[in-house]
């Protein structure tokens, strides 16, 4: 639906310029729950080296087919990384936590701490809410319904400094989708 969508993109270089800020191109970027490729394709065109995790198979082969270059692994990122400890400088995690169990979430965060090398950076974005909640999302004939764990600011900065990240910028606006939610995101460095 907006995946691919040219205004997406548009609100995607934002993030992306604030991360650019923090990360040096050429550096090794874990993007967890890559989906379709969009937010990899956009970092392997600054010129990081993308390593590309998503659960579905299907998914991933879909950003295969587009010729977003990256390395693939099919992983589900509530369970340990298959990755040695202080192998990434940086892990873009852009509308993934908001689909982790917040009884779950310390699991994954710790998860990229142990993976990011020393002072590697983090960038994470999630929904602003206060609680669990369903999204609906028609398209055409279809009625979609999507599942999402939304966070306070508080809520939000206190789980990442108890998984060892320190808050080096923050800022909150609009989704493009202005209907459903806010946006909460961060640039985080590893605090070791």
């Known amino acids: 639906m907006w995946v691919w969508n040219p205004a997406h993109r548009i609100e995607l270089g934002t993030q992306a310029k604030k991360f650019l800020r923090f990360v040096e191109s050429g550096a090794k970027v ?16 600054e010129g990081f080296e993308c390593t590309a995790l998503d659960i579905s198979a299907e998914i991933l082969e879909e950003a295969k087919s587009r010729g977003v270059k990256a390395t693939y692994i099919v992983h589900d990122i509530r369970k340990r990384l298959p990755f040695a400890s202080k192998s990434f400088d940086a892990v873009y995690s852009d509308s993934v936590l908001e689909h982790i169990p917040k ?36 398209v055409g004939n279809k009625k979609n319904r999507r599942f999402y764990i939304t966070y306070d600011e508080a809520e939000f ?3 990442l400094a108890e998984s060892g990240f320190v808050l080096l910028e923050d800022w909150e606006d609009e989704h493009m989708d202005k209907q459903t939610h806010q946006w909460l995101a961060g640039i985080f460095r590893k605090n070791s």
Request: no cysteine; hydrophobic share 35%; glycine share 12%.
């Open 157 to 159: 900065h206190k789980i």
């Open 103 to 138: 009884k779950e979430v310390r699991k994954v965060l710790n998860e990229f701490h142990r993976v990011l090398r020393p002072r590697g950076i983090l960038y994470a974005g999630v929904k602003k809410g206060d609680g669990e909640i369903y999204y609906r999302y028609d």
């Open 30 to 45: 874990l993007v967890p729950g890559a989906g379709v490729g969009r937010d990899t394709e956009m970092l392997t065109d």
